[in-house]
């Protein structure tokens, strides 16, 4: 089994990783947004480019809170920002091994998964795009799944080793 602390160094590496990609996101769409003529670095090629991703609708909010809050609701910031402080919850959360926060962490990991299958889903099929920097945190929020999966069945192992009946009991 792995050790937890080794778990937590991942988690937190992918955490940072994941957050500069996540702040690489933002200030593309930022810097879009402010100059029409913007060339980012993440543009390679015709058919790999993050520029459609970052001008689409679903770059704020997912594209769903606009709906739901408007256009210019508080809440329908940047994707880029919502993974900013996912990955900042992720890093801040690998510090500790309580099985609550560790719960809490399990099931925002496997929020971001949900979303991260819904905008490869738009990537694909709406946007029709590749992004480089939206396959890189798909990926990172795949690993930190397992991750904090492993985790989590770590201290669950070791909650079963230590709550066992002694013989007689």
């Keep these: 089994m792995v050790q937890l602390g080794t778990v937590n160094r991942i988690i ?9 990609v996540a702040a690489y996101a933002l200030y593309v769409e930022i810097s879009l ?3 029409p003529d913007f060339e980012p670095l993440c543009d390679l090629r015709e ?7 970052f001008i ?4 704020k ?5 606009r709906y ?22 992720s890093f801040t ?4 091994n309580s099985d609550k926060l560790v719960n809490i962490h399990y099931y925002l990991a496997i929020a971001s998964n949900v979303s991260t299958f819904y905008l490869a889903f738009v990537l694909v099929f709406v946007v029709q795009e590749l992004c480089l920097v939206c396959l890189t945190t798909y990926f990172i929020n795949a690993i930190s799944l397992l991750c904090v999966s492993s ?19």
């Design 93 to 96: 959360l690998s510090c500790s």
């Design 68 to 89: 739901i809050f408007g256009e210019d609701s508080a809440f329908n910031v940047p994707n880029g920002l919502t993974g900013m402080l996912f990955y900042t919850l």
């Design 56 to 59: 689409s609708p679903y770059a």
């Design 61 to 65: 909010g997912f594209g769903i809170v």
């Design 12 to 20: 937190k590496a992918y955490a940072l990783v994941g957050f500069c």
């Design 33 to 35: 947004e402010n100059d």
């Design 151 to 169: 985790k989590r069945r770590e201290l669950l192992s070791l909650s079963v080793h230590l709550h066992k009946p002694c013989k007689g009991d």
């Design 47 to 53: 058919y790999v480019k993050c520029s459609p991703a």
